[in-house]
C-alpha cells in the first residue's frame, strides 16, 4: 500500500513556506524524504525513525507521526533550488526492508 | 562523499534483448535495491539484496530480472528479453546496516526498448 502525499502541487514565491505531507495506511517504522529534479536521482532529505529519531539536512525539519501513521515535511524559507518533485518513502516494521514511495509532491518556487 | 555509481547513463536495446544494468554501491553498505520509474510517475520497488541473496521482490520482479553481486562490488540486475514496457529509469540503491542508515540513490540508468 503506497503512502499517500499532499497535496499533489505547490507553487511558492521565493521565501514562502511550505508543508508536504505524507500518510500511511500500515504501521510504519520509518518514513524517508527525498527531492528528485527532472531527469535527476532521488536524493535523500530526511530519515524519521519510529522512536523518534532523525536524521537529515539541517535546513530540512520534518515530523513522523507513529500514532497517525503521518509524516509531514516542512519547507520555510523556499529557495528557486527547492523546485523539484519531493517523495515520501515508508518502511515498514522490519527495517532495512524496501521503500515505498508515494506519487510525489511537485513544488515549484518561482523568483 | 561516497555515492553509488551505474552504468551505462542511457542503455537503448531491441525487444527481446538482454540488458545488464550495473551499478556500483557504496563500500561499506550492506543492503543494496533496484528500483524503476517509469517516466513522470512514481519510483517502484523492483528487488532488494542482502547477504548475496535476494530479501525481497516485487511483482514487477518476474522471470525475466535477476539481480547478482558477482565481486563483491558490482551489483548487477539483468533482464533477460526486454518488452517495450520495462522501458524507464532504473536506479540502483544502497544502504548501510544501521537502522539510521537511509538509501542512497544512484544517478539511474535510462533503459529505451524499441
Known amino acids: 500500500q503506497q503512502p499517500v502525499q499532499s497535496p499533489q502541487a505547490v507553487i511558492l514565491r521565493e521565501g514562502e513556506d511550505a508543508v508536504i505531507n505524507c500518510s500511511s495506511s500500515?504501521?510504519?517504522?520509518?518514513v524517508h524524504w527525498y527531492r528528485q529534479k527532472h531527469g535527476e536521482a532521488p536524493v535523500f532529505l530526511m530519515i524519521l525513525l519510529k522512536g523518534g529519531e532523525q536524521k537529515g539536512h539541517e535546513k530540512i525539519s520534518a515530523s513522523f507521526n507513529e500514532k497517525k501513521q503521518q509524516s509531514s515535511l516542512y519547507l520555510t524559507a523556499s529557495q528557486l533550488s527547492y523546485s523539484g518533485t519531493y517523495f515520501c518513502?515508508?518502511?515498514?516494521?522490519?527495517?532495512?526492508?524496501?521503500?515505498?514511495f508515494g506519487k510525489g509532491t511537485k513544488l515549484t518556487v518561482n523568483p | 562523499e561516497p555515492e553509488v555509481t551505474q552504468t551505462p547513463s542511457h542503455q537503448v536495446t531491441q525487444m527481446g534483448q538482454e540488458v545488464i544494468l550495473r551499478c556500483v554501491p557504496i563500500?561499506?553498505?550492506?543492503?543494496f535495491y533496484w528500483y524503476r520509474q517509469i517516466l513522470g510517475q512514481k519510483v517502484e520497488f523492483l528487488v532488494s539484496?542482502?547477504?548475496?541473496?535476494?530479501?525481497?521482490k516485487s511483482e514487477i520482479f518476474d522471470d525475466q530480472f535477476s539481480v547478482e553481486r558477482p565481486d563483491g562490488s558490482n551489483f548487477t540486475l539483468k533482464i533477460r528479453s526486454t518488452k517495450l514496457e520495462d522501458s524507464a529509469m532504473y536506479f540502483c540503491?544502497?544502504?548501510?546496516?544501521?537502522?539510521?542508515?537511509?538509501?542512497?540513490f544512484g544517478p539511474g540508468t535510462r533503459l529505451t526498448v524499441l
Open positions: 518513502g515508508t518502511e515498514g516494521q522490519g527495517g532495512s526492508e524496501k521503500l515505498v
Open positions: 500500515k504501521a510504519l517504522y520509518s
Open positions: 539484496f542482502y547477504n548475496n541473496e535476494i530479501s525481497e
Open positions: 563500500s561499506n553498505h550492506l543492503y
Open positions: 540503491a544502497s544502504r548501510g546496516g544501521k537502522v539510521t542508515d537511509t538509501q542512497y
